[in-house]
Nanobody, 127 residues
Framework: QVQLVESGGGSAQAGGSLRLSCAAF????????MGWFRQAPGKQREWVSS???????YYADSVKGRFTISQDNTKIALYLQMNSLEPEDAAMYYC?????????????????????WGQGTQVTVSS
């Protein structure tokens, strides 16, 4: 049974930083995309960033230049370094994972592109 567990959420002031982590248990896809989504109250869940097994990264325009996604393939862990936080970044952040068929397949940005999901970690940003 695959389990994704996020951690690292919390509170920060605008302009501050937080680092999210996602640990994968029972997940064995050797060719994959892993990503972060977020959902603010009253809004739809939106894609934030993804990373492919080979390290290729993708970012939503709203976080480009401020957030950095990374991974540890030895233990299948995912990270999101969030700098220059803005109040608009406040949301529940979810880790997601998906198997890809081809090694250079572009990572998806839709929820239905990802099969496995974590329970989320809350990020609060005060102005």
């Amino acid at each position: 049974q695959v389990q994704l567990v996020e951690s690292g959420g919390g509170s920060a002031q605008a302009g501050g930083s937080l680092r999210l982590s996602c640990a994968a248990f029972g997940y064995t896809d050797s060719r994959r995309c892993m990503g972060w989504f977020r959902q603010a109250p009253g809004k739809q869940r939106e894609w934030v960033s993804s990373i492919r097994t080979d390290g290729r990264t993708y970012y939503a325009d709203s976080v480009k230049g401020r957030f950095t996604i990374s991974q540890d393939n030895t233990k299948i862990a995912l990270y999101l370094q969030m700098n220059s936080l803005e109040p608009e970044d406040a949301a529940m952040y979810y880790c997601a994972a998906a198997r890809i068929s081809l090694p250079y397949q572009v990572c998806g940005t839709r929820e239905d592109n990802y099969r496995y999901w974590g329970q989320g970690t809350q990020v609060t940003v005060s102005s």
